[in-house]
């Protein structure tokens, strides 16, 4: 009896991981609903081909159980498929701005996100609103501790601008919101290491190694990368920078069809965890 117990509990303990991993693969079948979703923007739908949602957000590890704080929405493509997959088992911080921000211009920008999630309050009824305003080192968005997921999409350049502390200080506040052994998924736009990268990341452009080292001095371990928004057509040499390249054409008419077969830039896509 006794031999019989230990070949069995030794059996399932060896088949353990293996039932793990199966189960890691398993389709996300909430995701891919709220991806499909017809609540979403048809010119965001259109996107998909390049920002590949389902594969990004897996690669993450997103489960709908967890507290996910998303960095800077801006217009809300990504809220549009978080929102919704969060909304009945997890929660959805937008962390950005808001009404109540002291810039006119901020709260103006503030008010506009949260019509549109007033617009539909099926879809968006359960997304918290966070203040996050890193040009005021402003970072009033989640209780310490209690994030087990933080995601920003294509801003980490963005920040540059604002030099050494406020970046340091912004990348606290994410290490601060998140739960030990939480993660930092960050998607960016790559600029190859034979360019050189200028200190603002002017071009929209950063070295994904810079940024690498950034985060993880930043107490975060770089877990595991991604060439999902990989995209080889993108020489990251462009006038006006990324800009010049779909979806905002800041050359207008110049070049356009250039633009338009290279698609959108080529990304990394980068997941650290919490130390």
Do not use: C
């Not at 950063?206 to 999902?228: C, D, P, Q, R």
């Amino acid at each position: 009896m006794k031999r019989f117990l230990a070949a069995a509990l030794l059996a399932a303990v060896s088949t353990a991981p293996a039932v793990a991993a199966e189960a890691a693969k398993a389709p996300d079948a909430a995701l891919k609903a709220a991806i499909a979703s017809s609540s979403r923007t048809p010119d965001n739908v259109k996107r998909d081909v390049y920002r590949h949602p389902y594969e990004t957000l897996t690669f993450f590890g997103i489960r709908p159980d967890m507290t996910v704080v998303e960095l800077a929405p801006g217009g809300g493509w990504y809220t549009e498929i978080l929102a919704p997959y969060l909304r009945d088992k997890g929660k959805l911080i937008a962390a950005g701005a808001t009404p109540e921000s002291k810039s006119p211009n901020t709260a103006k920008a503030g008010e506009r996100f949260k019509q549109r999630l007033d617009a539909n309050p099926t879809a968006y009824g359960k997304v918290q609103l966070g203040a996050f305003e890193p040009g005021a080192g402003v970072f009033n968005y989640a209780a310490p501790g209690s994030a087990d997921m933080v995601l920003t999409f294509r801003n980490l350049h963005n920040w540059m601008e604002g030099g050494d502390e406020k970046l340091k200080a912004l990348l606290a506040s994410v290490h601060t919101a998140l739960k030990p052994g939480g993660v930092f998924g960050v998607v960016e736009h790559r600029l190859p290491a034979s360019q050189k990268q200028d200190a603002t990341a002017s071009s929209g452009y950063m070295h994904e190694a810079y940024v690498i080292k950034l985060i993880e001095g930043a107490g975060f371990k770089l877990a595991e990368k991604s060439e999902i928004n990989a995209n080889p057509k993108d020489t990251a040499d462009h006038k006006n920078g990324v800009w010049a390249l779909p979806p905002t054409y800041a050359n207008k008419d110049e070049d356009r069809a250039k633009y338009a077969a290279i698609g959108e830039s080529d990304r990394m896509t980068l997941k650290f965890v919490k130390r």
